[in-house]
């Protein structure tokens, strides 16, 4: 039977079945749990969780309070002091969605370094103790796609392996859930995420944080960790999606990527999501060796690597993150298209463009700088310059990042909205 008591009635050999708040209000990783002993019962108290709910079929039930009778009535005379004004409730401010990223993050450290230590001593990976951290992950990339990936980035150089991990689950789920993939498939998709690198704990660490360039042969033994990882997860029960990425997400639609130059078809959905995903957040990340890059600049990079990534599912991912790169052609909420010039540190998802085609009336305009944030003329989405202007997009784009933009020529023609 279910119960729901005090937190400050819990006793060891209860089962808890759900906390007040949920899942990101517990100290425990698993959502349910037998309590231990008295230190767990201090560790739920101590974490300011008002109530719990209990199964007494699996567990130990409450101690029963009995009643204490209400004293004697006393005739005294009325009280002539007025009564004393009721306590002020303090209101507590409410969690944003940023300071939720940032619960979770924490939470996440123990269950994240303890996943990594067994993968070091070739232990079995528990990914049942994930499951919770990545519906965690799910239901915050549903509130707010960007808070828990904003967090991320606020990692040192020492934070990089795990906090990547956190980041790759998170942006695989917000990616699938803007291709419209199922929702069922979400947290696959983010555990895929936090275990897609787990194949690097059999890596020396000396040779994964090396600051200088890695020499042949430790960039062979670095290339084996997704057959080292895909065999650590062999031994465990886990769906398919996490072993596939975890094996492929180094892999290139050209066929130049490892471990096995798989290409193209040959690639599941998956694999092409997560290697998107991982080279962005890796090369935006501080990392021993390098600085990060900014997010248009590593957009604009990862296109220009042809043969890397699926095309089209570049072009998603970057409308999905609202972040486009300098060179982008963008549409803008007043229906014009405009060219990205560069990028905005403070908000890179509102950069300087240069506005040059009306689309409703399919007319040229003269080339004018627009700015891009609310109080502006926000981007809507990125088109293709191929689609629109046909083979006169490359020399035309050269002519609107001239100096003089009021020397971009005419397009040759455009296509119909």
């Known amino acids: 039977m279910l119960v729901t008591i005090k937190t400050s009635a819990a006793r060891p050999g209860m089962y808890v079945h759900a906390v007040a708040g949920g899942w990101i209000a517990s100290p425990f990783w698993r959502k349910q749990l037998v309590l231990a002993d008295a230190r767990d019962v201090a560790k739920l108290i101590d974490s300011g969780v008002a109530e719990i709910v209990i199964d007494t079929d699996k567990g130990v039930g409450p101690l029963v309070t ?9 005739d005294t005379p009325p009280a002539t002091e007025q009564p004393a004004a009721p306590a002020r409730r303090v209101r507590r401010r409410a969690l944003s969605e940023l300071d939720r990223a940032r619960a979770l993050v924490e939470q996440s450290r123990a269950a994240m370094m303890q996943m990594f230590a067994d993968a ?4 079995a990976v528990d990914t049942d103790a994930l499951h919770p951290l990545a ?13 828990l990936i904003t967090v991320t980035r606020l990692r ?33 998709l983010g555990l895929a995420g936090l275990l897609h690198d787990i194949g690097k704990m059999a890596v020396p660490s000396a040779v994964l944080e ?41 892999e290139r639609v050209d066929g130049r990527g490892y471990p096995y130059g798989l290409s193209g078809a040959d690639l599941s959905l998956a ?16 990392r021993p060796y390098k600085k990060p890059w900014l997010p248009g600049d590593a957009l604009a990079r990862m296109l220009s690597w042809e043969g890397h990534f699926d095309p089209e599912l570049l072009a998603s991912f970057i409308d999905h993150i609202g972040i486009h790169p300098p060179g982008a052609l ?30 409703p009336t399919q007319q040229r305009l003269a080339p004018h700088d627009r700015t891009t944030d609310a109080a502006g003329d926000p981007i809507l989405c990125g088109e293709r310059g191929g689609y629109w202007f046909g083979a ?6 050269e002519r609107l990042v001239d100096a003089d933009a009021a020397a971009a020529g005419t397009p040759s023609c455009a296509r119909a909205a």
Do not use: Q
């Open 66 to 74: 009995p009643r204490v009778a209400p004293p004697a009535a006393v």
């Open 120 to 123: 070091r001593m070739g232990h």
């Open 135 to 147: 519906e965690a992950i799910a239901d915050s990339v549903a509130r707010d796609a960007t808070a």
């Open 156 to 188: 040192s150089k020492d934070e990089y392996t795990w906090l990547h991990s956190l980041a790759v689950g998170a942006l695989l789920i917000g990616f699938g859930r803007h291709l419209g993939l199922p929702e069922e498939g979400l947290r696959d």
């Open 210 to 250: 090396k600051s200088d360039r890695l020499d042949p042969a430790e960039l062979a033994v670095v290339r084996h960790h997704p057959e080292k990882g895909h065999r650590l997860l062999l031994a465990g029960a886990v769906p398919e999606v996490v072993r596939d990425v975890c094996l492929h997400h180094h």
């Open 271 to 286: 694999a092409r999501m997560a290697a998107v995903c991982d080279v962005y957040d890796a090369v935006t990340s501080v």
């Open 330 to 359: 963008v549409r803008l909420r007043s229906n014009l298209l405009a060219l990205v010039l560069g990028t905005n540190a403070d908000d890179p998802t509102a950069p300087p463009v240069r506005a040059f085609f009306d689309v």
């Open 392 to 397: 006169d997009w490359d020399a035309l784009r």
